[in-house]
């Protein structure tokens, strides 16, 4: 996302083209570029999410994501500065938070806009608590993996994406 509006998409085909030179072709996935096609398999047009960054990189982040057609009502940027910190939080910490966000009128919201921050054991809570879908970026790049891998996009406990209900596997 630091590399531009849209970059995950150059991102994705230099990295596929190595392992096409390289004789192994594989497909590639940027967190970046799964938590949009995510947010989009989920129909999203409205959402708030809650990023372990700076203020400035969240405005970032709100800014790739709204480039991409997908309105952010709401922010929560915890600022911490230490990747180490970030990846130590208590993975059910966004299951307060997420109390803290305008979530009116929103269709999804993001509880965790960082792969390295946990949030997984959240995503059921909230879902439970707002009734809305719930998703990180790590459960976005999950989805897009199994997608691209052409299997069962299906995860236990891991939210609406990963629910089973889109669908066997999903075309990307």
Do not use: F
């Amino acid at each position: 996302m630091s590399m531009g509006n849209g970059y995950h998409r150059v991102s994705e085909k230099r990295l596929h083209q190595r392992t096409v030179e390289n004789g192994g072709p594989a497909p590639v996935v940027t967190s970046a570029g799964a938590l949009v096609d995510g947010l989009k398999v989920l129909g999203a047009k409205k959402v708030s999410i809650i990023a372990p960054y700076m203020k400035p990189l969240t405005k970032l982040v709100i800014e790739y994501i709204e480039h991409e057609g997908i309105e952010v009502i709401d922010s929560i940027s915890l600022e911490i500065p230490d990747n180490l910190e970030v990846g130590a939080r208590d993975p059910k910490a966004p299951a307060e938070l997420w109390k803290k966000l305008n979530v009116k009128n929103v269709d999804v919201i993001v509880a965790s806009a960082c792969v390295q921050m946990p949030s997984l054991a959240s995503i059921p809570l909230i879902e439970a608590a707002s009734g809305l879908p719930v998703v990180s970026s790590s459960v976005c790049t999950t989805y897009q993996m199994l997608s691209k891998l052409n299997l069962k996009t299906t995860a236990p406990m891991a939210g609406a994406l990963l629910a089973g209900k889109l669908g066997a596997t999903a075309s990307h």
